[in-house]
């Protein structure tokens, strides 16, 4: 029985020296010091934890299983080996036939089936109000209900591994115990829940504050409120947008320093429109939005972002720049640390051969070359 074998080098983003990894089906077979330095750099590959839509591809806006095949090989263009499909608030039929079609694409294709380990569903369990409720349809907020859950994981063969919900619901605790109790991790996120509402929702197993500093008030009392509160909780991971518009350098910075990089990441939140050129759009997310020449998506007619337009990679070379990490750090944000809190594999023998080999541009931006999705290159585009 043959195994096809390939070995790739580049500089450990960790050490800054050569390192080779050998492939053999899909696998990582070896980590070795050494190997060519072509002046490339070769990393585990880039996981989104949060992913709405990518050039032209929407998840939200009635899909089918092609639209999710062609998503992923836009992705994987982007930069990003694997990812989360994420679906906002919508009608209870929407939601299913959207889970139903992300399931029927990973069983037509096993390297889609590898891209996309779990769903993430955003909503519809959120805040009501304008401002935390961001561009979500208001007509499809509701509350949290096991039942409905489990239609959903009904219409995807389990697939939903991340729910991300207001705390302030009266049916939280109930609800988290019983996603926590089916293997179902639960994040925090559009919000204006109160200090204890936040911390009964950790109590019964919340994990993880999504996209940290949006999805909230315009206005919020200096304290207490939702963000102190999320990034005092040691309990919690924290996801960020660094795209440059959903937090500004200094927001960022001090947010990350308060809640450790060892308990952050960063996700894309892209949208459809991510990767398109500048124009006003009507979309199923946020109805008619701009998405303006410096990467700013907002809906029209009001100051609130509808998703972020950048690609995740986007983000590592902006949490760079915004907070002083080192390529190390930035990359840990958006490979391992994503992984960690879903016992994903990382960067070990025996582990899906997910890569990304990639170059630095002058300014430090990480420019993508190949990437690799269970050892199966795919050329960046740029």
Not at 4 to 24: F, L, N, Y
Not at 183 to 209: F, K, M, P, R, Y
Not at 303 to 319: D, E, N, R, Y
Request: with cysteine; proline share 8%.
């Amino acid at each position: 029985m043959s195994h096809a074998t390939t070995s790739i080098s580049g500089r450990d983003p960790e050490t800054g020296q050569p390192h080779a990894i050998t492939i053999v089906d899909g696998r990582i077979s070896g980590i070795a010091p050494g190997g060519a330095d072509d002046g490339h750099w070769l990393s585990l590959g880039l996981f989104d934890l949060q992913l709405n839509g990518f050039a032209g591809h929407d998840l939200n806006g009635g899909t089918d299983p092609q639209t999710v095949r062609d998503l992923a090989l836009a992705v994987h263009g982007s930069g990003v080996s694997r990812f989360a499909p994420t679906l906002i608030t919508a009608s209870r039929a929407a939601l299913i036939d959207a889970l139903n079609a992300i399931a029927q694409a990973r069983d037509s294709d096993p390297l889609v089936k590898h891209a996309i380990p779990f769903v993430h569903v955003e909503g519809p369990h959120i805040a009501p109000e304008n401002g935390p409720r961001g561009a979500h349809p208001a007509e499809h907020v509701r509350p949290p209900d096991l039942d409905e859950f489990d239609a959903w994981q009904a219409a995807c063969g389990n697939l939903i591994g991340l729910v991300t919900l207001s705390p302030h619901w009266p049916e939280t605790a109930d609800y988290v115990r019983g996603l926590r109790a089916r293997g179902v991790h639960v994040a925090l996120g559009h919000t204006n829940a109160t200090t204890d509402q936040i911390s009964a929702a950790v109590e019964a197993g919340a994990t993880l504050s999504t996209h940290l500093g949006n999805g909230i008030a315009a206005q919020l009392p200096r304290h207490p409120n939702p963000i102190w509160t999320q990034l005092a909780e040691d309990r919690l991971w924290a996801s960020f947008i660094a795209d440059g518009h959903h937090l500004p350098p200094e927001t960022f910075k001090a947010m990350l320093r308060a809640k450790g990089l060892e308990r952050s990441m960063l996700v894309s939140d892209a949208v459809a429109l991510a990767g398109c050129p500048p124009a006003i759009h009507d979309m199923p997310v946020g109805g008619r939005v701009e998405l303006k020449a410096n990467g700013r998506l907002e809906v029209v007619g009001t100051p609130f972002l509808a998703g972020a337009a950048a690609s995740l990679v986007f983000g590592i070379t902006t949490a760079r720049r915004m907070a002083g990490l080192t390529l190390a750090e930035a990359l840990r944000l958006a490979t391992i640390n994503p992984r960690t809190p879903f016992q994903l594999p990382t960067l070990t023998v025996g582990a899906p051969a997910d890569l990304l080999r990639f170059r630095l541009g002058e300014d430090g931006s990480v420019i993508p070359e190949t990437v690799y999705v269970a050892g199966q290159p795919f050329s960046a585009k740029h």
